[in-house]
């Protein structure tokens, strides 16, 4: 097949939008997601570079806890930061993400 200089521009076009589309990047990552919850409740290992990310984050998000865990014992030597504080920390920040 032959086609014009113009067709053949209109068609990269459509895949460069189609590349760069913020709702199909989104839903690409949320069937990821369900891929891998389905392949951790059927006991599978998960691997590849979203499962490194989220392991990443989560070593970034107790690091950041940690430090203000010792933080507010410092600040406040008659009190002490506990596990379910944090929990109770990780909880509100949840929320406030689903709004």
């Known amino acids: 097949?032959?086609?014009?200089?113009e067709e053949l521009y209109e068609a990269i076009a459509i895949v460069k939008n189609v590349v760069n589309s913020e709702?199909?990047?989104l839903e690409f990552g949320r069937q990821?997601?369900?891929?891998i919850k389905r392949k951790l409740k059927n006991g599978e290992k998960v691997s590849g570079y979203r499962v490194e990310?989220?392991?990443d984050t989560v070593g970034d998000i107790a690091g950041c806890l940690a430090e203000s865990a010792d933080r507010f014992n410092t600040q406040n030597p008659h009190?002490?930061?506990s596990?379910?504080?944090l929990v109770d920390a990780l909880a509100t920040a949840m929320h406030r993400f689903q709004k």
């Open 23 to 25: 709702e199909i990047k």
């Open 79 to 81: 009190d002490k930061i």
């Open 53 to 55: 990310w989220l392991q």
């Open 32 to 35: 990821q997601r369900e891929i």
């Open 83 to 85: 596990l379910s504080d």
């Open 1 to 5: 097949m032959n086609y014009t200089d």
